[in-house]
């Protein structure tokens, strides 16, 4: 089981670094002036947000070799939870830059900024406090949805379990463990994010 945990936290690692990347160009996307951008952003927020996780999973797994694309149960499992998670990390994102004052953006123009400076000088430092707590929750989430790769024969902690029972037939046992191993994961990123929370003195609270 613990074996599956080290591949549970690699998939959680990738799959919140390529979906935030992802998260943040379609954010920027979607707060641009140019329609084409915005409409791209929108699109992949609207889609991706509204294709369950384990559908997109048999997309890139099964779904792409009829178009000549093979990829391994690895790279499949991490392109679909960067991709789903970058849709989500984009509104948490978004919401965050769209709740700094618009006239910091002002004054930062007035004084000869360009608009790219102004957003990384001035708005992003200010959004990444905003965003600590709902991106914590999306981590937690994140570690949790790792376990539908198992669907892809991805060995994970959950898949792991499931291969455990098989051979010992000792169900109880073997799942109340997995669940505690994960509880314990996810209790971690509460702990690193409240130490965030404490040090940037935010206020909120874990959505799930």
Same mark, same amino acid.
């Given at each position: ?16 670094? $390529?979906?935030?990347?992802? +998260? &943040?160009? /379609?954010?920027?996307?979607? @707060? !641009?002036? #140019? ?22 999973? $048999?997309?890139?797994?099964? +779904? &792409?070799? /009829?178009?000549?694309?093979? @990829? !391994?149960? #690895? ?27 618009? +006239? ?105």
């Amino acid at each position: 089981l613990l074996e599956g945990a080290k591949m549970t936290v690699l998939l959680t690692v990738l799959a919140i670094f $390529f979906g935030s990347i992802l +998260g &943040l160009i /379609s954010a920027l996307f979607r @707060l !641009s002036r #140019f329609k084409v951008l915005n409409g791209i952003s929108w699109f992949y927020t609207w889609s991706i947000r509204g294709i369950p996780l384990i559908v997109q999973l $048999f997309i890139w797994y099964f +779904g &792409l070799p /009829s178009l000549g694309i093979e @990829l !391994s149960a #690895f790279t499949a499992g991490v392109c679909a939870l960067s991709v789903c998670e970058g849709a989500y990390i984009s509104e948490i994102i978004r919401g965050g830059i769209t709740s700094i004052n618009k +006239g910091q953006n002002e004054a930062a123009l007035s004084i000869g900024m360009t608009s790219w400076q102004s957003m990384r000088r001035i708005i992003l430092p200010q959004a990444i406090k905003v965003v600590v707590l709902p991106f914590g929750n999306e981590c937690i989430t994140a570690m949790k949805d790792t376990a539908l790769v198992s669907v892809i024969s991805l060995v994970e902690l959950m898949r792991k379990a499931t291969i455990l029972d098989a051979t010992y037939v000792r169900s109880m046992e073997i799942y109340v463990t997995a669940a505690v191993i994960y509880l314990i994961m996810t209790s971690s990123i509460m702990v690193i994010i409240y130490l965030l929370s404490k040090k940037f003195n935010l206020r909120g609270e874990y959505s799930r």
